[in-house]
């Protein structure tokens, strides 16, 4: 009964679980970023959600209008996925909103792909989200990266090979126009 009394712990408890965070470098914050993402940028469809992305170039990286430098702070430049959530007012008062934001964050915290692609993204869900089976949006947001893994490296791809085949024909000894 010792630990019965108030203001003591029981003998056997479990240190207190550090939360799982999604990391500011992780998300997307700037109106201007959503703005281009949903301009310039392509989009995947799915039954729950539409999902824009823009692949993100060191230029745009390193350009931020007002954006301080992470190299001047002693780090690199972000790579990797930013995602941002848009939930209008037409899907909802503000606790449906918020708790399909918090089930996409989820979601995306639990399949972020650890590719070396880096992009823009912005996921826009619908009003089915929040009937839907956690393990069913989980599955739609997996199969979205997927697809924009597929898109932006053949995209990538193409670009490098262009690239290569425009510094070896520049390299290439030209003829000899003397007579």
Same mark, same amino acid.
Request: proline share 7%.
């Given at each position: 009964m010792a630990? &019965?009394?108030l203001?003591?712990r #029981?003998e056997?408890t479990? /240190? /207190?679980?550090?939360?799982?965070?999604? #990391?500011?470098?992780?998300?997307?914050?700037r109106?201007?970023?959503?703005e281009?993402?949903?301009k310039?940028?392509?989009?995947?469809?799915?039954?729950?959600?539409?999902v824009?992305?823009?692949?993100?170039?060191? $230029?745009d990286?390193?350009?931020? &209008?007002?954006?301080p430098s992470t190299?001047?702070?002693?780090? @690199?430049a972000?790579?990797?996925?930013?995602?941002?959530?848009?939930? *209008?007012?037409?899907?909802?008062?503000?606790?449906?909103?918020?708790?399909?934001?918090?089930?996409?964050?989820?979601?995306?915290?639990?399949?972020?792909p @650890? @590719?070396? $692609? @880096? &992009?823009? +993204? +912005? $996921?826009? /869900?619908?009003?089915?989200?929040?009937?839907n089976?956690?393990?069913? $949006?989980?599955?739609?947001?997996?199969?979205?990266?997927?697809?924009?893994e597929?898109?932006?490296l053949?995209?990538?791809?193409k670009?490098?090979?262009e690239?290569?085949? *425009?510094?070896a024909e520049?390299?290439? #000894?030209?003829?000899?126009?003397? /007579?």
């Amino acid at each position: 009964m010792a630990n &019965a009394t108030l203001g003591t712990r #029981p003998e056997i408890t479990m /240190p /207190p679980k550090k939360a799982a965070r999604f #990391p500011r470098t992780a998300r997307l914050l700037r109106h201007a970023d959503f703005e281009r993402v949903y301009k310039q940028g392509r989009r995947h469809f799915s039954a729950s959600m539409t999902v824009f992305y823009w692949p993100r170039t060191e $230029i745009d990286v390193e350009t931020r &209008a007002g954006a301080p430098s992470t190299a001047a702070q002693g780090g @690199s430049a972000p790579h990797g996925l930013r995602i941002g959530f848009t939930v *209008g007012r037409s899907l909802g008062g503000a606790v449906q909103r918020n708790r399909m934001k918090r089930r996409l964050r989820e979601a995306v915290r639990l399949t972020l792909p @650890s @590719s070396g $692609i @880096s &992009a823009d +993204v +912005v $996921i826009n /869900p619908k009003k089915s989200l929040l009937t839907n089976d956690f393990a069913a $949006i989980v599955n739609e947001v997996r199969g979205a990266f997927v697809v924009m893994e597929q898109k932006l490296l053949t995209r990538s791809e193409k670009i490098r090979l262009e690239a290569a085949s *425009g510094n070896a024909e520049s390299r290439s #000894p030209k003829p000899d126009s003397r /007579p």
